[in-house]
């Protein structure tokens, strides 16, 4: 019965500790992620933010067509995406996202402007500031 229960408290503590994001800054050719958007002085109304926090070069930030990861994926984004957010649609750690570009590719170079044409929510522990 011991064992049950501490191998259940250990479960609980790993499940807690992978739900909280930590704060990726990291430079990829000539852009410098910032730490999380959440963690900066957000103004309410539109924000921009850059997709950050996924695994590896083919990683990827779900945009979902609700604020849960319950709601279905609409569009894939990898690392140095850019989002337009509405911070006023908030809910819990879901932030409204109307749309999105990139500038430059997933490792930092510089390339055409490409419209990423998406609506929907993304969660904020994937979203970081940034100056480029």
Request: hydrophobic share 40%.
């Amino acid at each position: 019965m011991r064992r049950g229960f501490e191998m259940r408290a250990v479960i609980v503590v790993l499940l807690l500790a992978a739900g909280s994001a930590a704060a990726e800054e990291a430079t990829y050719g000539e852009v410098y992620l910032n730490g999380l958007l959440r963690d900066q002085d957000m103004q309410q109304g539109n924000e921009n933010a850059m997709v950050c926090n996924v695994n590896g070069p083919e990683g990827y930030l779900s945009i979902r067509s609700g604020p849960g990861t319950e709601y279905e994926a609409v569009r894939k984004l990898k690392r140095l995406a850019v989002l337009a957010l509405d911070t006023s649609q908030r809910r819990g750690n879901w932030i409204r996202v109307y749309g999105a570009h990139r500038n430059t590719t997933p490792e930092g170079r510089a390339q055409a402007y490409k419209g990423l044409p998406v609506q929907g929510w993304a969660h904020d522990g994937y979203l970081c500031d940034f100056l480029h």
